[in-house]
């Protein structure tokens, strides 16, 4: 292992906009109040403004009876970058 | 009928920033169709910060104007501090008591702890400034009131900043 290894960063998407449709139109206040979280947090998560814990994350796919993976997607933004390794 | 009307007034009022800010985030103001309001962390955040900025910004044009004239009491500015925090302490009861009647009251979440910690972590610095500038007028003789006060000032600005970073990250993401 060298002193510097190549990290790619990713970027995290959701489908809660979708899935929220697919629900009859489930409102941000629903699915906040069923995961515990304020619907600005969830207004946040769906805009990609914030990233959830991992906690959130799962009760948010349980909340859509899914695997986290199909509510939340990642992809390799970026696989310049370097970030020194301590 | 005329409260219900000064409850919808207020509520606009209180609603007006939400308003303005989201025409300048429009992506937050994707709620469904409307616009995005102001959580109640968000309200609270408001209310403190028009608060302390009143109180405080108060009591330190007095303080100034006593500290010009001579006044090195610590009594009488201790009597000046004590009214003013306890008419910050009021207009903190009431503003809250407003917002939590107008809307629902919702407990911080993940997200809000994560933005306070944030802003305590990047507005800690005034306050240490402000120390270390304290024990330099210390160790210079300055007089212990301007000391005090010196003092005093950076734990307000410190408090400011940090809600000012709250507002920031409610809107622009963590």
């Known amino acids: 292992m060298g002193r510097n290894t190549h990290i790619p960063r990713l970027g995290v998407t959701n489908h ?23 619907r600005q947090t969830v207004n946040a998560i769906e805009g990609g403004k914030y990233l959830p814990s991992l906690e959130v994350a799962f009760r948010i796919a349980m909340v859509f009876e899914r695997r986290v993976d199909e509510v939340f997607l ?5 696989d310049s970058s370097s970030i020194p390794k301590r | 009928m005329s409260s219900k009307l000064d409850m919808v007034a207020l509520s606009s009022i209180l609603d007006i920033g939400g308003e303005m800010r989201c025409r300048f985030f429009p992506r937050l103001g994707e709620e469904d169709g409307g616009t995005m309001s102001a959580s109640f ?3 609270s955040t408001w209310i ?11 009591y330190f044009v007095i303080a100034v104007q006593m500290l010009t004239n001579g006044v090195r009491d610590f009594g009488a500015f201790g009597l000046i501090f004590m009214q003013m925090t306890v008419l910050m302490v009021v207009v903190l009861a009431a503003g809250h008591g407003v917002v939590a009647a107008l809307g629902r009251q919702e407990a911080p ?51 400011v900043l940090h809600d000012i970073l709250r507002l920031v990250s409610f809107r622009r993401g963590v």
């Open chain 2, 48 to 58: 403190k910060l028009a608060a302390m900025v009143a109180c405080m910004g108060l």
């Open chain 1, 74 to 78: 990642c992809a390799v933004i970026d």
């Open chain 1, 16 to 38: 809660i906009h979708l899935l929220r449709s697919g629900r009859g139109g489930m409102t941000q206040q629903e699915l906040a109040d069923r995961v515990g979280v304020s």
């Open chain 2, 41 to 43: 962390q968000e309200k």
């Open chain 2, 109 to 159: 979440d993940e997200r809000d702890r994560l933005i306070s910690c944030k802003a305590n972590h990047r507005s800690s610095w005034v306050l240490a400034v402000g120390v270390c500038c304290g024990l330099a007028g210390l160790a210079l003789s300055v007089d212990a009131v301007w000391v005090a006060h010196g003092l005093l000032l950076s734990l307000v600005l410190a408090e």
